[in-house]
């Protein structure tokens, strides 16, 4: 399939039109560039300086679309212009030929043609001179320069404005793009750790009001009903409350609400006592020391979260929550008995394992969760390792 040759831009067109206009006009008044009897002067006449002024006028056309092309016929029509009367409109509009060549051309001819019209400008100016020995031979260099060298320079002066503007325009683009992907990013961050949070919150008090519900409703002793009456009214308060800070940071912001709704290992006591409420046999024993923040949030809410899934899913037993602090790390592990329950006392998104890995993956660390088998049967283990050298040494750097 042929290519057709691109079509010249709308502006080129007039720019041709209003050149052969003037140059029209200018023969048609009589005014041309040298006398009729100078001796340069080879076509006589009027009408032999319209074929440069006709070949150069369509030069204009190729201005954008083609400047090399444009600029070397042009340059053959000036040569050509230079043997009749000439014309002042075929040297305006070879002018513009040499500024468009630069500024619409290659790089390699945006660099070369300042150059090879500077070195022109100094021979037409020093040979002359040499041969002639008069001041008014300078004369031929000064008009060389402005024909040739001072359109190039100038484009070559537009071309790199227009370069850097490009390049800032890029680069702007390339800063507002990654901007909107930090954007995007941090709000995706944001909104699965607000699941996180939100998840790790309610759904321990809400498995507890499952559960004693479904006791309740199952149980015909007004005793053991008050009791599961009373405990599914402490997990609902506490649930309630639990969301109204949350609200609170979104809605007003972190400053001031961040720290109390931030738990910490000093609290993991209270965590297991309220286990302890729901009916789950959970021994404590914590070792950590003073461990930074981050890990302290993570780790309060892997065993919150792991707590929460003995009291739906683990059979009969004790459950065992053990931390230590090893070299480079803390250890958690949470382990409850495994097997013997056909279906969860309460139901559940499996969010719970997914926001505990999530965790463990911010800070770096490791996790991991499944059935093995203990002294007393099958078990349910959860594992992670958060470091905590590099996050320390941070904080202090």
């Known amino acids: 399939m042929a290519l057709r040759p691109p079509r010249p831009h709308r502006f080129d067109v007039w720019a041709a039109l209003a050149g052969l206009s003037g140059g029209l006009l200018l023969w048609g008044i009589g005014l041309g560039v040298r006398r009729a009897d100078d001796p340069q002067v080879l076509f006589d006449g009027r009408w032999p300086l319209l074929v440069p002024l006709a070949v150069i006028a369509g030069c204009e056309l190729l201005r954008r679309t083609?400047?090399?092309?444009?600029?070397?016929?042009?340059?053959?029509?000036?040569?050509?212009?230079?043997a009749t009367r000439g014309s002042i409109a075929t040297i305006v509009m070879y002018t513009d030929l040499v500024y468009t060549a630069v500024l619409y051309g290659t790089p390699a001819t945006a660099r070369r043609l300042p150059w090879i019209t500077g070195m022109l400008t100094i021979a037409a100016t020093l040979v002359p001179f040499a041969v002639w020995r008069v001041p008014e031979a300078l004369l031929i260099g000064l008009v060389v320069g402005a024909v040739t060298f001072t359109p190039a320079s100038t484009g070559l002066i537009v071309r790199n404005h227009r370069d850097a503007a490009e390049a800032a325009r890029l680069r702007a683009e390339q800063t507002a793009l990654l901007a909107e992907m930090d954007r995007t990013q941090a709000v995706t961050a944001e909104r699965a750790r607000m699941a996180r949070e939100l998840h790790d919150m309610v759904a321990n008090h809400l498995s507890a009001i499952a559960i004693h519900s479904t006791a309740a409703l199952s149980l015909e002793d007004e005793r053991t009903s008050r009791e599961a009456l009373a405990v599914i009214r402490?997990?609902?308060?506490?649930?309630?409350?639990?969301?109204?800070?949350?609200?609170?940071?979104?809605?007003?912001?972190?400053?001031?609400?961040?720290?109390?709704?931030?738990?910490?290992?000093?609290?993991?006591?209270?965590?297991?006592?309220?286990?302890?409420?729901?009916?789950?046999?959970?021994?404590?024993?914590?070792?950590?020391?003073?461990?930074?923040?981050?890990?302290?949030?993570?780790?309060?809410?892997?065993?919150?979260?792991?707590?929460?899934?003995?009291?739906?899913?683990?059979a009969p037993g004790k459950v065992a929550v053990r931390l230590r602090r090893l070299d480079g790390g803390l250890d958690i592990r949470v382990s409850s008995p495994y097997g013997g329950r056909d279906t969860p006392r309460a139901p559940g998104s499996g969010a719970g394992l997914v926001g505990m890995r999530e965790r463990a993956a911010l800070l770096d660390g490791t996790f991991e969760a499944g059935p093995t088998s203990g002294p007393d049967g099958g078990l349910w283990v959860v594992r992670a390792c958060l470091p905590v050298t590099d996050i320390t040494r941070g904080e202090l750097e």
């Open 234 to 314: 402490e997990n609902s308060v506490q649930g309630l409350s639990e969301m109204r800070r949350l609200i609170g940071i979104l809605r007003d912001g972190a400053d001031d609400r961040e720290p109390a709704a931030t738990p910490t290992l000093d609290g993991l006591g209270a965590l297991v006592e309220g286990a302890r409420a729901n009916g789950l046999d959970v021994t404590l024993d914590a070792a950590h020391g003073s461990v930074p923040a981050p890990v302290e949030l993570a780790a309060y809410r892997i065993v919150q979260e792991s707590l929460t899934n003995a009291l739906k899913h683990a």
């Open 66 to 82: 083609a400047p090399r092309t444009a600029l070397l016929i042009g340059t053959l029509a000036l040569a050509a212009d230079t």
